[in-house]
């Protein structure tokens, strides 16, 4: 199993600027991911993370709006940028385990 | 793409009731997992099902692996408050992304 944190754990923020969400894993792990979550519902892939390489977005997810770092094995990074109230939502890291995925507590965004 | 029908997406239960959530699709998966998220939560690992077949007990809570690994079901008995949450199943896995289901919001009422 793998231990996530993410910060900040909610934040509220102002149309048009960009907020960066952190990722700490206690183990040092290959590929990470980036999910959204509207509440109660279920989750939508963003992008895979590889350490090392340019991360991988799904359709519909650009990086000019949601870049990506990967800096080492244990740590990642996604910026929401020049956000607006569709950007509202639960953003959740996650690391692949080995048929499952272990998820940190997410981070609560709101955009007015 | 592969993908993964959950139903139903809401229920609404007196404590002591049993249900089913159901997981259904038409590609085979290597393995399919089971997930329960409270809110403000991330989702949390139930069971991983890998054998066609499969049966796997959990305290109250049965899950079941279709024979043609293309479907499963989680099985609650006598269900209580604490089992309110929302349920995810997910396929895939080991080197695939995995998919998932689109959640059951479970709400246990004393």
């Known amino acids: 199993s793998a231990v996530i944190s993410q910060k900040p754990s909610r934040d509220i923020c102002q149309r048009g600027t960009s907020l960066t969400i952190q990722c700490q894993v206690d183990s040092q792990v290959t590929m990470m991911f980036w999910y959204r979550q509207q509440p109660g519902q279920s989750l939508t892939l963003i992008a895979t993370a590889n350490q090392g390489s340019e991360a991988t977005y799904e359709s519909g997810f650009v990086i000019d709006k949601f870049p990506i770092s990967r800096p080492n094995l244990t740590f990642s990074t996604l910026t929401v940028s020049n956000m607006s109230p569709e950007d509202s939502s639960i953003y959740l890291c996650?690391?692949?385990?080995?048929?499952?995925?272990?998820f940190g507590p997410g981070t609560r965004l709101t955009v007015t | 793409t592969q993908l993964l029908e959950q139903s139903p997406q809401f229920l609404s239960i007196q404590e002591g009731e049993n249900l089913t959530v159901y997981c259904n699709s038409s590609?085979?998966?290597?393995?399919l997992q089971w997930y329960r998220q409270e809110p403000g939560e991330g989702p949390v690992l139930l069971v991983t099902?890998?054998?066609?077949?499969e049966v796997k007990k959990l305290k109250r809570l049965t899950f079941q692996f279709g024979d043609a690994r293309k479907d499963s079901s989680l099985h609650i008995t006598a269900a209580q408050p604490g089992d309110t949450g929302l349920y995810l199943c997910a396929g895939g896995g080991g080197s695939y992304i995995p998919t998932f289901g689109r959640g059951t919001s479970l709400i246990v009422h004393p």
């Open positions: 099902v890998v054998t066609g077949g």
């Open positions: 996650s690391v692949q385990g080995y048929y499952e995925q272990y």
């Open positions: 590609s085979v998966f290597s393995s």
